[in-house]
Each structure stands twice: as C-alpha cells, then as structure tokens.
C-alpha cells in the first residue's frame, strides 16, 4: 500500500462479515499497524472514540452507516471514514458525503479499489494536516509565487504593454495575487500603461531588504482598479546605480513569498539586474516584432543565455504587433530565430495608443478585440491553461463572454490613483 506512516484502522462490519477476504488482506499489510473488527456499531463507537483510529471503514446498511459516520467526523473530524455499501447509487452518495463519508465503495469490494482509495486519502490527510502544523506554528506556509519576467533586446518592441496587460489579464483569469515590478529602473512606465503615480517605488525597499514584511509591501506597492499590486521603478534616473542585481533578487525573492505571480518589466539591454531577473525566471517572455534588426537582436539574446546558462525556467517567444502590414512571414521568423513562436500579440495600432494614453489596460478597455483577445490567452498561458496562443485571425466566440464578465465585474471607469 505504501503510506507514509503505520496506520490504525476500526472496521465497524456485520456479524456474519468479520471474516471478509479483504479485511485480512488488509490487516496483512505491512502499512497497518493494527485492525480492529467490531460487529456492532454502539460498540464500535466507543472503541473509535477510545483509540482514535487514523482510518474507520463502515461496512453496514445505509441508515446505520449514515449514523455512525456521523457520529465519528462531528467527534474526530481528522478520522478519514470510508463507507461500504449494498450499491452505490447518487442518492446513497450524496447521503453518506454529507455527512462526513471520504469515499463510498460497493460490495462486494474489490480490494484493488479498496487500497488505492485508502492510499489517496491518507496521502491527502498527510498534506493537509502539515498545512494546518504550520498555519498553527504561526509560520507562512512555504509557498512561492512564480515570476514572469518581460524583456526584448530591442527598445520599443512593447514590453511594458506586454506586461502591464498580462498582469492585469493574470489577476483576471486566476483570480490570485499578482504584482507588476517595474524594473525598468532609469525610466520606467509601468505606472503610465496604468494610470498610476506614487512616491513611493522600488527605491524604498533598497536599504531595508533585511526589514521586508506585509506592512512595509503595503505601504510602498500600489493597487490597481483591477486588484493587481504595482511596484514603480524610482522617480529619478541616476537611483538606478545604486542598485545592484544581488538587491534585487532578495526583493524579487520578498516578493514571491507574498505574490502568486510577479511579473517583471525589464529594459532592453543585459545586464546586471536583467541577468539577474532572467536567472530567477520561472518563465521569460523575449519579445520581437516581425523586424530584421528585432529578430536579428533576439537572436543573439536567445543565443547568449543558453550559452551562458542564465535561464532555468521555460522561455516563451512572443511576436508583437504581428501579423502587420509589411511584417516578415511567420515562417521565415521562425527559420531564422530557430525557436517556437510562443505566442503572437497582434498589430492594432489604434486600440494600443488610445489605452496607453488613457492609462487603462487593454484587457479591461477592449478585451474582445483581437489584441485584448491575444493578451488574455498569453495570461491563461502562463497560469497554465491549456490554450492555443498563436492566432493569426481574430475569434469573436469567447471574447463576448470575457467582455461581459469584466463589465459586470465593474473594471470600466476607474481613476487616476495618487499617494
């Protein structure tokens, strides 16, 4: 069976199934550290209540089975109880869940099933009982996010509109904590595809990295309209060196400890702090328009952090503002960059400049245009839905319903923030 830990089971079972195959089957595994069989269900409640049995197994009539499960979960709720019955129908199922049942087999058991549902349980009692020990010690639960890390080896490819989009699309489609870390950090936008401004940036965080704690993120990270947290790049270019990339990956390492996802703007050239970030990455987007001295620079970047050994997690190539008039096909981006097309942001120059300028994202703005389209399928992406990102024709299906779900959850007609 191979638990994790010996194990003591109760089976509360009728007088004339005590001697069941698969009851001394399961006493012979070397998992079970002791089985104890009960013929009556009184009796075998005391013998529950007293011993604290790590599993119970009611093999007796619904009604019967009903009570005593119930007895057990309202008393000793951590006890994993498995029902038997006569037949497993949705009525007798649903009856016996309700009230505390983790698993309902029918009789006559198959001791393959029998086994492999005592296996699940266990392991998932295993695990929830060390999340509880550790919420109950005070203590963080040792989880940490996943960081997205944005960057083109060309200025202007439109990385920050990737990013900044696909924070907010990551905060829509998962509904988990995001941050949007501008590390762009001479002359950072993130604050502007968002409409936000503060005095309060990465900078603050800098000579107290020893010091970072809840209070301290909330009180320098803003929060966007639509729930995504931003951290700004410092209000003056000459802060940026002053920070080196060994600050930044303790930060990005606070960061992660709070934040299901972090996503990272970064600028176009390597080197300290984006080497660093790329290093960190549990995903990279390298963003290239369908250009030659773009793909030609991509190129040597995609080159350069194999070679180097700088990259540990998954590396999605993102074309932007393709298919465009002009643009290189889609085949001869893909023979010269020797590297599968990730994902394609669309060209819709229009729609771009008009949610940049009013500071709104164009998931929230225009989330059923082919672009909005584009930058939600890359979130759910990375969020680890199964999609098809790459498209080179605008699908109206989905789009309508996402339109509507983001209105009625009332994205639409926020403020400018200032602190």
């Known amino acids: 069976m191979a638990v994790n830990t010996r194990i003591h089971v109760v089976i509360v079972t009728a007088p004339e199934r005590l001697d069941q195959e698969w009851i001394g089957r399961l006493a012979a595994e070397?998992?079970?550290?002791?089985?104890?069989?009960?013929?009556?269900?009184?009796a075998g409640f005391e013998l529950i209540q007293q011993t604290r049995p790590d599993l119970v197994i009611v093999d007796r009539d619904t009604d019967q089975a009903e009570q005593l499960i119930r007895q057990v979960f309202t008393t000793l709720p951590a006890t994993i109880c498995i029902a038997v019955?006569?037949?497993?129908?949705t009525a007798t199922l649903r009856r016996l869940v309700a009230v505390g049942a983790r698993d309902v087999l029918g009789r006559p058991i198959q001791y393959a099933e029998l086994s492999q549902s005592i296996r699940t349980l266990l392991d998932t009692e295993t695990d929830r009982r060390a999340r509880a020990l550790v919420t109950l010690n005070g203590n963080r639960p040792q989880m940490r996010g996943k960081l997205v890390v944005v960057i083109s080896p060309k200025g202007g490819s439109g990385t920050t509109t990737i990013a900044a989009n696909l924070a907010v699309g990551l905060?829509?489609?998962?509904?988990?904590?995001?941050?949007?870390a501008d590390c762009c950090l001479q002359f950072g936008d993130a604050g502007v595809h968002l409409n936000l401004w503060s005095k309060h940036t990465l900078v603050d965080f800098i000579d107290h990295l020893d010091d970072i704690d809840d209070a301290m993120i909330g009180s320098v990270v803003q929060q966007h309209e639509s729930g995504t947290h931003v951290l700004l790049a410092p209000n003056t270019p000459d802060a940026a060196g002053d920070i080196s990339g060994e600050q930044i990956s303790r930060l990005i390492d606070a960061l992660l400890e709070r934040y299901s996802y972090v996503v990272a703007d970064t600028w176009s050239f390597l080197d300290d702090i984006?080497?660093?970030?790329?290093?960190?990455?549990?995903?990279?987007?390298?963003?290239?328009?369908?250009?030659?001295?773009s793909l030609k620079n991509?190129?040597?970047?995609?080159?350069?952090?194999?070679?180097?050994?700088?990259?540990?997690?998954?590396?999605t190539l993102v074309i932007n503002r393709f298919p465009s008039v002009d643009g290189i096909a889609l085949d001869d981006v893909k023979q010269h960059l020797r590297h599968p097309i990730g994902a394609n942001i669309p060209s819709e120059g229009r729609l771009v400049t008009h949610s940049v300028n009013r500071?709104?994202?164009?998931?929230?703005?225009?989330?059923?245009?082919?672009?909005?389209?584009?930058?939600l399928k890359l979130a759910a992406h990375i969020a680890?839905?199964?999609?098809?990102?790459?498209?080179l024709a605008p699908s109206r299906s989905r789009a309508k319903g996402l339109a509507g779900l983001i209105e009625r959850r009332g994205f639409f007609g926020f403020a400018r923030r200032e602190t």
Request: glycine letters at 6%.
């Open 30 to 42: 070397p998992d079970i550290a002791r089985v104890d069989r009960v013929a009556a269900t009184t």
């Open 85 to 89: 019955t006569a037949r497993v129908d």
């Open 171 to 180: 905060r829509q489609v998962s509904a988990s904590r995001v941050l949007l």
């Open 274 to 293: 984006t080497a660093t970030l790329v290093s960190k990455a549990n995903e990279t987007l390298v963003v290239t328009t369908p250009e030659v001295p």
């Open 298 to 315: 991509v190129k040597r970047f995609l080159e350069f952090i194999q070679r180097e050994g700088l990259t540990h997690g998954r590396i």
């Open 359 to 375: 500071g709104i994202p164009i998931v929230i703005s225009h989330p059923e245009s082919w672009v909005g389209q584009s930058l």
């Open 384 to 391: 680890g839905e199964q999609v098809a990102t790459l498209s």
